[in-house]
């Protein structure tokens, strides 16, 4: 991956089960402008307001630009090649799939330009796939990573790295839909 993150701020945020006036309001109080979505199956039968279409359009009519990446950035892969034994994600190595890679550089150049949120469903970052997957490449390339809270407050990446451990190949998600 050849693209750099230095002098790029990013943000990340879990839609939880907020209502979507309380989730754009979030991206509003941060100045967001792009949210890339990145589950791999952005349908939601339980919050129904952040199925892949209806998101699109709730967020064009607040003026947010869309944009899917849950092709390369899922934290739910495909491939059992990403799985162990015990059917746990190994991120590591999903982090080094082409896939997540070319993503990543992605992310990058559209964050060169416009502020952006990497964007799924897990509110708390500690547990959540744009964490253990999307983080880690990011913060190595210089990019700076701010996990966004579903009260409004910002939790650093830098400050989340001090206060643990980094997550390990095959730690659970509380994924929710």
């Not at 006036?21 to 109080?29: K, Q, S």
């Not at 809270?149 to 659970?172: H, N, T, W």
Request: aromatic fraction near 6%; include cysteine; hydrophobic fraction near 35%.
């Amino acid at each position: 991956m050849a693209a750099s993150g230095e002098g790029v701020t990013l943000y990340t945020l879990g839609h939880s089960r907020h209502a979507i006036e309380t989730f754009i309001a979030l991206v509003h109080d941060h100045n967001v402008d792009l949210i890339v979505d990145v589950r791999g199956q952005p349908y939601s039968r339980f919050n129904p307001q952040y199925n892949r279409e209806q998101f699109k359009k709730s967020l064009a009519n607040r003026q947010v630009d869309y944009i899917w990446f849950g092709d390369r950035l899922s934290g739910r892969p495909k491939d059992p090649k990403y799985r162990g034994p015990d059917n746990k994600v190994l991120w590591h190595t999903l982090m080094e799939s082409a896939g997540v890679q070319d993503g990543i550089a992605e992310v990058l150049a559209l964050a060169a330009d416009t502020r952006l949120a990497l964007v799924c469903a897990e509110e708390n970052p500690l547990s959540c796939h744009r964490r253990l997957l999307l983080t880690p490449p990011l913060s190595n390339l210089g990019a700076e990573v701010l996990h966004v809270r579903g009260d409004g407050r910002i939790d650093p990446e830098d400050e989340l790295r001090k206060s643990e451990a980094s997550p390990k190949d095959g730690d659970q998600l509380n994924l929710i839909d």
